[in-house]
């Protein structure tokens, strides 16, 4: 009897493993009350976790406290030293917290669907060694703390353009010219960031590079927060809204290109958002490692690997894993610890795991 199945359906068929690992364009209408109720148990861990972080620290202030002060408004409050220490310091570093959170666990997701690889983090194409450089630039030249906030978004902007200019130029396949290209110009910023720390005054200037490279919250400001929230906003809501697109990424080329997907243009949206967002958030936190790389990972063993589900709960996920590290950061010990060295605790072992089994994801 003739077979009368689909031959691309078949296709499909043979390579769900692959789409399964990265990306399943496929619902699972069974599951749905499932992971809504673990999207419900995220959200309320977030709420938590939000209000908590304004009540640790050196300095108490009561739940009751608490709502009251912030029911007054930012504008409204008293002025003592209790509204002080709520809406002029922590208020900045938790949003700070949030909003650097949220970014870089979504940048980390979008950069490990488009190159098929959840080993992949968003320095990858340079974002961070970029910013990092600026701001190291920045401090050399006595710029001050807005100019070093400048420096750092605008080189890792420019780090992220020149490797994907390079790549652009190669003759090797899309994908392998954009990894090399960013290891390269990761590489060379890094050189010219360690020759600025050569050059620095070894009693000022040395030292403050050196804490900012570690990445910290301390001295984070209103206008931080302001300056973090317009470019990563921006750069959120396209991967948001693109998320099932980023889907078929996750296949084989011809694939996507079958189902009508313009794959270069989509790369690029997605580089684009991912580097915005990366770069504000080196620019105000400095360099922290690993939280593109552990969140989205700890995400798809939780909710699964639709893109869908993986980039609202990369975005809750990231953002009250950040507040939670700034929490222990700011409470663990007298002077606090960067939050570049506690994230780094968390993510080599999991990196570790992540070599041990090749890179799969075996929960769902």
Same mark, same amino acid.
Do not use: H
């Given at each position: 009897?003739?077979?009368?199945? $689909?031959?691309?359906?078949?296709?499909?068929?043979?390579?769900?493993?692959?789409?399964?690992? /990265?990306?399943?364009?496929?619902?699972?209408?069974?599951?749905?009350?499932?992971?809504?109720?673990? /999207?419900?148990? !995220?959200?309320? !861990? /977030?709420?938590?976790?939000?209000?908590?972080?304004?009540?640790?620290?050196?300095?108490?202030?009561?739940? $009751?406290?608490l709502f009251r002060i912030l029911s007054k408004g930012p504008f409204l409050h008293s002025g003592d030293i209790q509204d002080a220490v709520v809406w002029n310091i922590r208020m900045p570093r938790i949003l700070c917290a949030m909003l650097v959170g949220a970014a870089l666990s979504t940048a980390g997701a979008s950069y490990q669907g488009m190159f098929r690889n959840p080993m992949v983090s968003p320095d990858l194409l340079g974002a961070s060694t970029g910013a990092g450089f600026g701001a190291a630039m920045a401090i050399l030249l006595s710029l001050g703390y807005v100019g070093i906030m400048v420096c750092a978004f605008s080189f890792g902007l420019l780090a992220v353009f020149?490797?994907? *200019?390079?790549? +652009? *130029?190669? +003759? !090797? #396949?899309?994908? %392998? $010219?954009?990894? &090399?290209?960013?290891? *390269?110009? $990761?590489? !060379?910023f890094s050189a010219c960031t360690s020759f600025v720390k050569l050059v620095a005054d070894t009693e000022d200037q040395l030292p403050a590079i050196t804490y900012w490279l570690m990445g910290s919250l301390t001295s984070v400001k209103n206008v931080d927060a302001i300056f973090a929230f317009v470019p990563i906003i921006i750069g959120l809501i396209p991967i948001l809204l693109l998320r099932w697109r980023i889907n078929l %990424?996750?296949?084989? #080329?011809?694939?996507?290109?079958? *189902?009508? &997907?313009?794959?270069?243009?989509?790369? &690029?949206?997605?580089?684009?958002?991912?580097?915005l967002i990366t770069s504000a958030s080196v620019a105000v936190s400095g360099m922290i490692g690993w939280v593109g790389l552990v969140i989205p990972h700890f995400c798809r063993l939780i909710y699964g690997y639709d893109y869908r589900r993986l980039v609202p709960a990369s975005i809750l996920m990231g953002a009250t894993f950040l507040m939670i590290v700034d929490d222990v950061s700011r409470c663990i010990t007298t002077s606090e610890i960067p939050l570049g060295i506690l994230t780094s605790f968390i993510g080599a072992p999991v990196f570790i795991y992540l070599i041990l089994t090749g890179g799969e994801d075996r929960g769902r």
């Open positions: 009897m003739q077979d009368t199945r $689909s031959p691309d359906l078949d296709g499909i068929r043979a390579e769900e493993p692959a789409g399964r690992r /990265f990306g399943s364009i496929s619902g699972d209408v069974s599951g749905e009350g499932r992971y809504a109720l673990r /999207f419900l148990i !995220l959200i309320i !861990l /977030f709420v938590l976790v939000f209000f908590g972080s304004f009540v640790l620290g050196r300095y108490s202030v009561s739940v $009751s406290e020149l490797a994907y *200019m390079v790549s +652009r *130029m190669s +003759r !090797l #396949e899309s994908t %392998l $010219s954009m990894v &090399l290209s960013g290891v *390269m110009i $990761s590489s !060379l %990424l996750t296949v084989s #080329e011809a694939e996507a290109k079958a *189902m009508g &997907l313009n794959t270069e243009q989509l790369r &690029l949206i997605v580089i684009i958002c991912a580097t």
